[in-house]
């Protein structure tokens, strides 16, 4: 019984090895190590299967963000947009994607290579603003971005890394 907890922890993706290895507790350490590589495996394989585009969003965009070349390893979940509230002839588009392990700079770097993607389609001309979320990483501060004036930026090849990175903000910054 002293193992439910991390047999129940390890279903739930999250990692509880601490509560299966206790003085008390006698089982081998392999038993313990298989635990660990099977919790660690299952936050991994966390990512939401793919959702397509969310209805009424523009076809055009959708299609856009499905032929960005993403980096190996990562996959779109999911692709939103509205009408933006401001100009109701612009989108304010969403992508969710699911990358273990990527945030803040890196995070930046995928959500530049969606709006280039977005930028050279017959839809570009038409978004607003642009969010990039990583579902793999929602509890990260630096999990989510978002380009507010993606309509003035062009997301040049030609452009530093630098003045890239800088379009994006992450939730916490205004």
Known sequence: M?????VVAALLGTVAIATSCSSQDSAPASKVAAT???TTSMSVAACPPPGGATAG????????VGAASLPSGTSLVNVQSVANIDDRSKSD??????????F?????????VIARSIKQSP?????ASLRVTNTAEEGNPQGKIRCEDFAIRTFS??????????AWKYPSES
């Open 157 to 166: 090849a030609d452009a530093l890394n630098g003045a890239l990175r800088a």
């Open 2 to 6: 002293k193992r439910l907890p991390a």
């Open 104 to 112: 803040g700079n890196q995070l930046k770097d995928l959500g530049t």
């Open 36 to 38: 660990s590589l099977v």
């Open 93 to 102: 588009v969403v992508v969710r994607v699911c990358s273990p392990g990527t």
């Open 57 to 64: 969003t523009d076809g055009a965009i959708a299609e856009a």
């Open 123 to 127: 839809a570009g001309d038409s978004v």
